[in-house]
DNA sequence: ACCTGGCGGTGACATTTGTCACCCTGATTG
DNA sequence: CAATCAGGGTGACAAATGTCACCGCCAGGT
């Protein structure tokens, strides 16, 4: 089961690699909009989703819920796997928002994996590097772009990773995950119904383009 | 020369990764204001800061310089050590800000040191784990606080890790790091004259905290 | 001494974003 | 049906930030 898994969504791992994970890994589920990691909390595992999405950001003071990236299959948590290794509390809280799926590995099979499989050595460096540039593009909208560009590009990634031009997410929620208000966000939608780019409707949104 | 380098601000590597190290780098100087890394660069080699200080930034469509974090001894690029891995180009500028010395290790040499040196995989998780978390810093401060605290943990951080409470930077340099504009850096500095957190000077702010 | 350029101060104003108040509508529930 | 509630629209206003224009000051060079 773990091995049908892991060659779907993560066919560079060697065999040997599946092997050592099946005979030490498990498999745990999270409901929609449960918490898979908050402020705070240690790791015990490292993560590799194997179906699902969760949602990765950072909780504002009053509440918000400021979105990063999300975690699809074939993705692993970064931090769990730094932090795991480590026994660092992480900084981050990841939430599913779809019914997910992730393979569990305990922290004590990091260095064993990292010295004697090139391919799992090479996916942690590329998970590494490609969250971290993740984060770069988020920090460049909120440093460099005013509210509305952020918003077009929030919408346009939506549409990518979800696979879906009807978007079903409410004003309130896109405000969360951008850290600005609803109003705001309202009177920026309408602008971009007005130019064509998209239609509102109750409870989600229609994308044009 | 390269040892005793690596003795002083590499504490934590074992003595043969020492040895190792020393066989295969060099050293190499930068200037004052000359870029280490550009947007869009290929990586040759890893590079262990050992003298000055780098200043990471993101460019700005306007020639903005949006700092990050410093890199100071004893720091290494996390994205030198992924990105010369993966021979993948680096999206993110560097810049020495006083005379620098690096030790550069050729990245062929990664596979082998990660596989066979436990002190240098736990410095590259921890280099990854750190630069995230400052990461996550900067974005905490830019979705979720204004300018005025944002300035004010500007200032404390350039205080801590220059090392002095006089601050040689103009009001413009200042601007372009949080990605502002000169009067709204100048007014705010102001505002904290006035509280009697710092006082103003020409070409250099004294912190009183 | 004079010129010049970089630094910084400042008022006026535009724009963007946040906040408040209040309303409307459609869905749900008792 | 009436009551309730979440989602959303909107105008008025406040606050923060960006922009423009222009000024003064100081330091270095000639």
């Known amino acids: 089961m773990i ?30 909009d449960e918490i898979l990691m908050t ?10 989703v194997v179906e699902g999405r969760i949602k990765l950001y950072r909780e504002g003071p009053e509440g918000g819920e400021f979105f990063m990236y999300y975690l699809e299959p074939g993705n692993a948590c970064a931090l769990s796997m730094i932090c795991a290794a480590k026994k660092e509390a992480s ?13 569990t590995l305990p922290i004590e099979l990091m260095d064993d994996l990292m010295r004697n499989y ?27 772009k005013g509210m509305d560009e952020r918003l077009d590009f929030y919408l346009r990634n939506q ?16 405000a969360s995950d951008l850290s600005s208000s ?11 119904e007005q130019k ?14």
């Open 159 to 174: 549409v990518m990773k979800l696979q879906t031009k009807e978007l079903k997410i409410t004003h309130s929620e896109i």
């Open 39 to 48: 402020t705070g909390q240690y790791f015990r595992s490292t993560m590799l």
């Open 196 to 209: 064509g780019d998209l239609l509102l409707h109750r409870n989600y949104i229609e994308w044009l383009r």
């Open 91 to 103: 900084e981050i809280m990841a939430k599913a928002v779809e019914k997910t799926k992730v393979i």
């Open 118 to 144: 090139k391919t799992w050595y090479y996916f942690v460096l590329e998970t590494y590097r490609s969250r971290y540039e993740e984060l770069l593009v988020v920090i460049d909208h909120i440093a460099f």
């Open 3 to 32: 091995k049908e898994y892991l060659k779907h969504n993560f066919k560079n791992f060697e065999p040997a690699l599946m092997e050592k994970i099946e005979q030490n890994a498990s498999i745990k589920e999270f409901e929609p």
């Open 182 to 192: 609803r109003e705001v966000i309202s009177r920026l939608l309408k602008k971009m």
